[in-house]
């Protein structure tokens, strides 16, 4: 019988609880659980008393100098005291694991666990609280560069189209729709916008709320380069899609951007940006969704497209954004 080659596998939790253990001299009170599978797959290493989180990258996702400069940016901002989760050392005094795995050599990082609760539905401080931590955050790096993707009209708009176009033909409405939004979208645009390092993955699912205004990110798995204002409206667009009343959608915002211009002034050219800026956001997320279709969204279709660019629609309707 073949014996034939896989794509992504799931690692034993059993195995890595023995070897992490081991690799960073934890006793045998800790146990290891699978969290999730995902863009990249996450176990809990935890006892009585200690959490941590461990991420394993799927095969070829990352590559070893794109991890270390993501380490590299963590422990840039935990030294100036943001509260962000950041990677442990073993042994060894190295981050990075190598797991061999059946598709291949996958890397693993040990990560702090971010005390706290996942919360969807926000109150105005909390929502104060994300946007003056996103402000320090941005401040920090402004201005730097780190060795990963530089977000930009090539890497928001034209590879996820090209992503998208080997599941969906370009003749279809919604493909010749983003066509149209990318049309609208130029890297000028965005020209005389703060520039820095981006997390561009930052929404209630990626950060922990202790006593509503202690606030943890985590998950910097995207985090590159480009305009800072990619969070801002990001961030925005989310908070948009959660709050069904619009009114109440509105003075949350407002708390956010308050928040974040207590220390990181944005200027009006920067708050007009802010709805274009999430939207070039989501259009990059669904390049994702189709470049890791099998691990991502299992969901991908023509009716998911259909889905996905009705709450676009949605957005740039609110905010006039024109399409044509």
């Known amino acids: 019988m073949n014996t034939f080659p896989v794509t992504t596998s799931t690692i034993s939790a059993k195995a890595l609880e023995v070897y992490i253990k081991k690799q960073y001299k934890l006793d045998e009170s800790y146990t290891c659980t699978l969290f999730r599978t995902g863009m990249n797959h996450t176990y809990f290493l935890s006892n009585k008393n200690t959490k941590f989180v461990l991420r394993v990258y799927c095969y070829n996702w990352r590559s ?23 990677p442990i050392k073993d042994k060894n005094n190295t981050y990075i694991q190598d797991i061999e795995a059946p598709e291949g050599t996958r890397h693993a990082v040990l990560f702090s666990f971010a005390e706290g609760e996942k919360m969807r539905f926000m ?4 929502c104060f609280a994300i946007g003056a931590l996103m402000g320090k955050f941005h401040s920090v790096t402004q201005n730097k560069t780190i060795n990963r993707i530089q977000y930009n ?12 176009s080997k599941y969906f033909s370009e003749d279809l409405p919604e493909m010749e729709f983003i066509k149209t939004i990318e049309a609208t979208f130029q890297d000028s645009d965005f020209k005389n916008t703060k520039q820095g390092t981006v997390h561009l993955d930052i929404w209630y699912d990626n950060m922990s709320v202790a006593n509503q ?4 990110l985590f998950d910097f798995d995207f985090c590159g380069n480009g305009s800072q204002i990619l969070d801002i409206g990001y961030f925005c667009k989310q908070l948009f899609h959660i709050e069904t009343d619009k009114n109440i959608y509105e003075i949350k ?3 956010f951007l308050e928040g974040y211009q207590k220390t990181n002034t944005l200027s009006e050219k920067e708050l007009k ?3 274009k800026a999430g939207l070039a956001v989501f259009i990059f997320y669904l390049g994702i969704q189709a470049q890791r279709f099998d691990w991502s969204n299992i969901f991908l279709s023509e009716n998911y497209l259909k889905m996905y660019l009705g709450r676009l629609k949605s957005w740039m309707q609110y905010q006039n954004i024109a399409n044509t």
């Open 64 to 86: 070893k100098t794109e991890i270390n400069e993501e380490i590299t940016l963590l422990y840039q901002l935990k030294n100036q005291g943001l509260s962000v989760s950041f």
């Open 123 to 126: 109150d105005n401080n909390t």
């Open 153 to 164: 009209k090539n890497s928001l708009f034209e590879l996820p189209f090209q992503k998208l």
């Open 213 to 216: 205004t202690d606030i943890t």
């Open 253 to 255: 915002k407002d708390s």
């Open 273 to 275: 940006l802010l709805p």
